[in-house]
Structure formats: C-alpha cells, structure tokens
C-alpha cells in the first residue's frame, strides 16, 4: 500500500536546478483566506495510484496539473512530467533495472526517496535512534547521522489534519528550519484523532481552498499533490476524493484543477474545521513525523544524486 498516515519524505533532483528566492512575508499576513483565483503554474501534480485504467487526461484540462507521480519508478501514458519514486528497499530491483531508460526516455528532473519510512508496512527502516524527536527536531538528527553525506535539494511533507492554520504553519516551520524549498505530495482534510468527526465534504472544499491558496502563493512551496485521485482513499475520507466511483472527476477534483471556483462557506475559520458531527476542533490529525532510517539509506539517496550528476 503506497499510502496511510502522513510522513516525511526526501526528494532529490537529478539535474542541476534554478536558485529559488525565499518568502519573507510575516506568517500572519497568509492566514486570510479569500476566493482563489485559478493560477496557472507547474506547483499542481496528482499523486496516481491508478495506471492507465482512468484517464489522467481529464485532470489536465485547465493546464493547471502539470506533473505526477505513482509511488514507483513505472510511468503512465500522459505528457505531463513524470518523478519516479523509489518507494523502498522492495523496488530496488525494479528501479535499478529501469530508472536509466526512464530518465532517457521521459526527460526526468526529479526522484522521490523512500516513501513513509518510519512506518510499518510502508518503506520502513530503521535509524538508531530509539526514541521519536518532534518533527524538524528528529530531521535535523536524522541528517546530522549522515555526517555531511547526504545532498537534498527539496523536502517533502505529507499532512493529514482538519487545520488549515496549522498546514501554513507546518510548512513555514520546515521551510525556515531546513531552508529548502518544500513539496507537499499527500494532504487532505482527515481527523486521525477522532475517527467519528471526519470533514464533512462542505469543510473539504474551504480546507482544499485555503491550503491550495497558500500553495499557489508561497514561491518556496514548489510543488503538490492533493490525496487523492483515486476511488478506493484507503481509509482517508472519502469527501477528500476527486474522482466519482466510476473513476471520473467529480466536483472538487475540478475545483483542484481550477475548472470551477470553490464554494466557500461565508463563515469559515482557517484555523478551525467542523468535523462530521458538527462539533469544532483545532486539531485532528496527524502531520508528518520524520522517517527512522538507517544510515546506508542515505547512502542509497547519494547514489541517485551521483546517477543524476552522472546523465546530465
């Protein structure tokens, strides 16, 4: 399963990128939420589980989405931008038998590292640190183990809650510790916290509004991808869904492509989602933990930067 709760990836360029100039502006001055007008940029990308059994061409419509990635290191028909993934220690033999050939064939600038790497059943590792450090605090750990051998361009994060305050608030922290841009390749409007007080599919509109808003803005914020464009959302909300379960794209997969406006409630609180039964929470899920992993893993991410070095 290439998905569950949210956690910390590393993402790497395989070829040499532009500089990015950094936002300064005061983080309280991104909390206001308004109507998002559509812009149109290469940030948007769709996180696709489904192959070619349904149609990526109908997200591409508006030009917004521009890229997408399948968990792996296998492409799909489509001429938007393809970032394979190394998703863990079991794709080594695929990826090491194909990755040249798709980086050749497809122009590929950019590879993810190991998907959700902490967790059980995901691209699991271990580190030597037995205990969890609060998010950037175990990062900066977890890099400081490499001893100055591990080269990142980006960071990715993967957030699961029902506050959009906290999602800015989240990735300016990321963004001003590591001073790195960010992607985000999983978010969505989901309570770990409270299984019962789930958004309701008014709340993911506002919460997808405000946080794509925030996205398309911040210049440091490069790239994401909403979960999920998918029919089975493998135990995430099924409000968060952008596609019918026949497979074709519903309403708010159209609002994430800029087709049509969100329809804002007129009385939403960025930092506060009413969840299913009505009752408030400022807080219901469960943001990114950094991943354990071992040493030789970063030894793993230094041979992709080298193989990028190498075929450029």
């Known amino acids: 399963m290439p998905f569950r709760i949210a956690a910390l990836l590393l993402f790497l360029t395989l070829f040499p990128r532009r500089a990015i100039a950094h936002h300064t502006a005061d983080t309280h001055d991104r909390h206001t939420v308004y109507r998002r007008a559509v812009t149109n940029t290469s940030k948007a990308g769709l996180a696709w589980p489904n192959g070619n059994s349904i149609d990526i061409n109908q997200y591409l419509s508006t030009g917004k989405v521009q890229w997408y990635y399948t968990w792996g290191p296998s492409s799909i028909q489509s001429n938007i931008e393809f ?11 695929q990826w090491d038998s194909s990755i040249n050939d798709t980086i050749r064939s497809l122009n590929v600038t950019h ?23 609060p998010g ?38 990321y963004h001003d510790t590591f001073q790195k841009p960010v992607w ?32 398309d803005e911040t210049d440091w914020l490069e790239r ?14 099924s409000a968060d869904a952008l596609m019918s379960s026949g497979g074709k794209i519903n309403q708010l997969g159209e609002q994430y492509i800029g087709m049509v406006a969100a329809n804002v409630s007129p009385d939403y609180q960025p ?12 807080n219901g899920g469960r943001h990114t933990d950094v991943p354990d992993m071992a040493l030789h893993t970063f030894f793993v991410l230094g041979v992709l930067v080298m193989v990028g070095a190498t075929l450029t």
């Open 224 to 237: 994401y991808a909403w979960f999920g464009a998918m029919e089975d959302m493998q135990g995430v909300n």
């Open 184 to 215: 985000v390749t999983e978010w969505a409007c989901q309570n770990y916290n409270n299984a019962n007080e789930q958004c309701s599919q008014r709340d993911v509109v506002d919460f997808m509004n405000a946080t794509q808003q925030f996205t």
């Open 83 to 93: 970032v394979p993934q190394l998703w863990g220690t079991k794709q080594l033999s």
């Open 271 to 282: 930092g506060i989602v009413h969840g299913g039964s009505g009752n408030s929470s400022p």
């Open 111 to 133: 590879a993810l590292g190991f998907n959700e790497p902490e967790i059980s059943g995901q691209a699991a590792q271990g580190t030597g640190y037995p205990a969890r450090l």
């Open 136 to 173: 950037a605090e175990q990062l900066t750990s977890w890099m400081s183990a490499c001893g100055g051998g591990c080269t990142i361009d980006f960071v990715a994060v993967h957030y699961y809650d029902i506050n959009s305050t906290g999602f800015v608030e989240y990735l300016i922290d």
